[in-house]
């Protein structure tokens, strides 16, 4: 039997205002560009999340439990949700009230805390598994860091976390000759089961499916059913992942992607070799076929598969150190609004819009950005977070920069 695993990213971030310049700093606290995070949540909405809830929640229905889908839905996507689209919102609850729906746990803030601060990792996580209980009622035995990023310590931490299993991506360089389409276990883990992309099927939808150079152009369900089909003999699961916005904001409406998420269920489950399940029943039914060592982090950004989306040049680097050096102080400070300004400027979205890597992955890196260039997104930042510190100095007189 072959389990297909369907795993959905949903995340926005809070982006930063344009404006924030110099002369902001020390006399201005309002950070956040909100008619702009706003604007975006509502055209998303839209184009995928109402048609895409639409479709899911109809094919559960109609498959009576045959169809199984996987969330992660990050912090600030939800704080968006309660403020501005309760509607969405309403439309996870729909379909996570259906039992078919599985909710992963992350960082609250879609962050790279663990590189950081294992204290800051654990904490955000909490808030995480708080925020998802507070909303939807559910208590979360899957786990995935920001971006897919994973290696032997993060798989080592989530397990004593008490998770079952956790996604990374199935990147060659750690799989070597094996295929992604088996359950693993990482290295240093000894119960903790590892699930890992299948890139290929999951970039036919996420990056090929309306390129008509692509050699598989048009995918349709039929198709891409037949592909999956093709693991029988040499896998036990096909771990298709991606973000949510796929489905009509980055693939539009009008490629068809609708119609395909319509249809694929109902091709996949002609085979009688194949079903859906979520990340807890396939670690609750399969056993690793080998150990994977990551001896450094991988994730699904970029043709690297690394953290180099996020941190490697001297503008990532010195924001991500400087963020992350105010920690004691803020967390002394025991003051709530100043603990989530500075968590908000973790989220990895403000570090990702720094990254320098035009020549391979310039079209991703530039969907959603708000900045022209990288270095005008590090201007903004370093200037919103010179007047966090200067917050931090007004509460504490002897702090150093």
Known sequence: MISVCLYFQVHQPKRLRHDYRFFNIGDDPNYENSDLNRGILRKVANSCYLPSNAILLELIN???????????????????????APDVLESFQKLVATGCVELLNETYYHSLAFHYSKKEFREQVELHRKKIKELFDYEPTAFRNTELILDNKVAAEVEKMGYDVVLTEGANRILGWRTPNFVYQAKESYKLKLLLRNFKLSDDLSFRFSDVRSPG???TAEKYAASIQQVAGNGEVVNIFMDYETFGEHQWAESGIHEFLKHLPHEVLKYKNMNFKTPTEIAKNSQPVAKIDMPNPVSWADLERDLTAWRGNSMQDSSLENIYALEKKVMKSKDPELIDCWRNLQTSDHFYYMCTKWFSDGDVHRYFNPYGTPHEAYIVYSNVLNDLIERVKSLDKEYAI
């Open 62 to 84: 109609k498959l009576d439990g045959q169809f199984k889908v996987c969330f992660s839905l990050s912090g600030t996507f939800l704080e968006q949700c309660e403020n501005d």
């Open 217 to 219: 152009y048009p995918v």
